[in-house]
């Protein structure tokens, strides 16, 4: 099993410049999830999905936006890339559980850089 | 918001000396979780702690759940090079939430 992937690894934009984030599990995890890590603010969570074609607001959400069209798949989208959204993305997937205590698992991340 | 607090926010040690992170809640928790992320890595599960009062080892690792279920802590016994990294609580809420981590340093 490969768990969580995420594509792509690293990635530059210019200001304004629209991409997508591929995340995928082969877990059959219900739960998935997209933080964003920056240095000293932990991780935060932007939008996550309970289920195939739901999804739901985190704590950072404005300026992304997401998909949950397969149930393997978690997709994060920026229309109008901002350099303040320079980051670490992680996706995340967890199986069905009380809601905030399932044990999430990470894929490797993706280092975005908004010029 | 509701929220995990970790202290301290970084710690340098010397190979061989113990180490402690802190999480503390306001409010009373369910359960909670830490996790480890290496330089570089992603973050990874260790353990969950449930129970008031509950101690768990993982060789070097001990970790605590506080009485009032409102505070955790990590402890790790003769630090090594290998653990270095950043260790995270996380608390349930709405969903997981991690505190900002504490960063460990181990020089040789």
């Known amino acids: 099993n490969a768990g969580v992937t995420q594509t792509p690894k690293f990635r530059v934009l210019k200001t304004g410049q629209s991409m997508t984030l591929l995340c995928a599990q082969d877990m059959n995890h219900e739960y998935m999830y997209w933080y964003r890590q920056d240095p000293g603010m932990g991780l935060r969570l932007i939008h996550y999905s309970v289920g195939e074609g739901t999804t739901a607001k985190g704590e950072v959400p404005d300026g992304y936006n997401v998909s949950r069209l397969k149930k393997q798949n978690f997709l994060l989208g920026l229309e109008s890339a901002a350099p303040s959204q320079t980051s670490v993305y992680f996706c995340?997937?967890?199986?069905?559980?009380?809601?905030?205590?399932?044990?999430?698992?990470f894929g490797p991340g993706t280092r975005l850089l908004v010029l | 918001g509701q929220q995990v607090m970790q202290i301290p926010q970084y710690q340098h040690v010397q190979e061989g000396e113990d180490f402690t992170t802190y999480c503390n809640s306001s409010t009373t928790l369910s359960n909670i979780q830490w996790y480890k992320q290496r330089p570089g890595g992603h973050p990874v599960f260790l353990i969950q702690l449930v129970k008031s009062g509950e101690v768990k080892k993982q060789k070097r690792l001990t970790f605590q759940f506080g009485e009032a279920k409102k505070n955790s802590s990590l402890h790790i016994t003769a630090t090594q090079t290998t653990d270095v990294g950043t260790y995270f609580c996380a608390g349930p809420w709405s969903t997981l939430t991690f505190g900002k981590g504490t960063m460990l340093l181990v020089s040789p």
């Open positions: 995340a997937s967890s199986s069905l559980g009380l809601a905030g205590s399932e044990t999430q698992y």
